[in-house]
């Protein structure tokens, strides 16, 4: 891919260049507004780890641990189980907005 000068055509005046790197970075960016829709959530009591897919238009507010049958529930201060006992929060907080309102 080429670059594309735009500048006063000769004056003294700074130019802006753009090429591949800007593409890169416009790139970057369009993929951080993607949340990740799947977490491992742990058990705390029995350890027992499971990939769940989350959902993108509500929270999780239990989750039944399939290792020991224990229900969990979000802990003090978290919106949802996710935020919690997953490797990934929940797409919301990810996206940097308030979760479940």
């Known amino acids: 891919m080429g670059q594309i000068v735009c500048g006063s055509g000769g004056q003294k005046e700074p130019v802006l260049v753009a090429s591949d790197t800007w593409t890169k970075v416009t790139n970057v960016k369009a993929k ?14 029995c350890g027992h780890r499971q990939i769940e897919q ?8 239990f989750w039944d641990c399939p290792g020991c049958g224990e229900v969990l529930k979000p802990k003090e201060g978290d919106c949802c189980v996710f935020c919690s006992y997953g490797t990934v929060p929940c797409p919301p907080i990810q996206l940097g907005e308030d979760c479940c309102d």
Request: charged content about 25%.
């Open 32 to 45: 951080a507004k993607r949340p990740e829709l799947k977490s491992t959530i742990t058990c705390p009591h």
């Open 54 to 61: 989350m959902p993108t238009k509500a929270c999780q507010f």
